[in-house]
């Protein structure tokens, strides 16, 4: 029989409005559990509000699996699978994310299919204590040749147990996905996040589409090339990438001889290297910002503010006449109106003028679900920046 938690008010109201979460500050019960074990919520007057697991080491207590009076058992499971899986039906890629966690109902879940292969991240303990029970179901539904199964390198310090790496069948060096008729090569065991940023394909051609033919992108936080790929391929556009990684840029490189074009590349600190630009006197036109998460909590978004402002600000010197900026975030901690100020800000510190023409979000296989706010986490704007 499950154990039962009590919440306040507080955790009741957000649980009964359908938010996946319990903070440890909301839970009235003596939190003398075991990491990740099954429980059910209750508020104070006894109702079920919802049944989870439960984590005393974690600031997020408790984490909802089902709001209704109904087991928590693989059958449950495989129906979320199956209900995740049928939503990226229309998805039209062989790479895409299977399911995004909370918002596909999985708490502590991420799966990633490329091509024939899954990267599976587990997140939390309560999710690792299902493990044999997902894998054996991605296997059964998806019949992949080959998972990456890999514990969150953050377990051991947020959630008391132990990270880890796994493979079933064989997973290849390099694996090649399309999207948008441009092909990439995915490193899964080694790439950041669960092998490709994924969640940017729609924003990759909206970008691409503000690109006139043979005009000059700068891509900045390039990574594997995703933006400058495209505007290469897509628009003959003359492109130069930029990464402080190393590895990315050399990935980079071979994705372009891949789809057989050309690129320029440099590893640098973008900060340095903006900077290095505007002493060459150099002009873009369309210039790519994609940082890494710059404020991974709340109480790093003032500095990481400064961060988008200083790119910003740098980016627009280097603009020809009329010329765009794409800026994006990639934590809910910064999002679309914090992204309006940083640029109205720049544009007043370099006399520009900037109209916004597109605004930008994760694309549909990250779901963003309104009953929990931090599924929202990727935000954009593309920009139009004029003279005065």
Request: glycine residues 6%; aromatic residues 10%; charged residues 30%.
């Amino acid at each position: 029989m499950m154990k039962t938690v009590r919440v306040n008010a507080k955790g009741a109201k957000r649980l009964r409005e359908f938010f996946p979460w319990v903070y440890k500050s909301d839970i009235l019960t003596p939190l003398d559990f075991e990491p990740g074990e099954l429980v059910e919520a209750r508020d104070e007057q006894g109702k079920l509000l919802a049944k989870g697991y439960i984590n005393p080491h974690s600031t997020i207590a408790f984490r909802a699996l089902s709001y209704k009076d109904e087991p928590i058992t693989k059958r449950l499971l495989k129906s979320k699978i199956l209900r995740a899986a049928a939503k990226r039906v229309k998805v039209d890629t062989n790479a895409c994310r299977i399911i995004h966690s909370e918002a596909d109902f999985l708490p502590g879940l991420v799966v990633d299919r490329y091509g024939d292969y899954l990267s599976v991240h587990f997140q939390t303990a309560g999710m690792v204590r299902f493990k044999e029970d997902i894998v054996a179901l991605l296997q059964d539904i998806f019949e992949p040749k080959g998972i990456y199964i890999k514990g969150d390198r953050y377990l051991p310090q947020k959630e008391k147990v132990p990270s880890f790496e796994e493979i079933i069948g064989t997973i290849p060096p390099k694996v090649v996905i399309q999207e948008q008729g441009i092909k990439f090569y995915v490193d899964i065991l080694h790439s950041q996040k669960t092998g490709f940023f994924l969640d940017q394909r729609k924003n990759r051609q909206i970008v691409t589409n503000y690109i006139k033919p043979k005009t000059r992108v700068l891509d900045c936080f390039s990574n594997t090339g995703g933006f400058g790929l495209y505007a290469r391929v897509k628009k003959q556009a003359n492109v130069r990438l930029v990464d402080i990684s190393q590895e990315a840029i050399e990935m980079a490189k071979e994705n372009f001889a891949l789809n057989e074009v050309s690129g320029e590349f440099v590893v640098a600190n973008v900060f340095d290297y903006l900077r290095e630009l505007r002493k060459q006197k150099e002009r873009f036109d369309m210039i790519i910002l994609d940082p890494p998460s710059f404020a991974k909590s709340k109480a790093k978004k003032s500095t990481a503010l400064k961060g988008f402002k200083d790119i910003t600000v740098n980016a627009m010197k280097l603009l020809n006449k009329e010329g765009m900026i794409a800026l994006f975030s990639c934590s809910h901690h910064i999002g679309i109106e914090d992204l309006r100020k940083v640029l109205v800000e720049a544009a007043k510190d370099t006399t520009k003028m900037v109209e916004v023409v597109e605004h930008m979000y994760q694309d549909i296989d990250h779901p963003y679900i309104l009953n929990n706010e931090f599924s929202l986490y990727l935000t954009g704007l593309l920009c139009k920046v004029e003279d005065l």
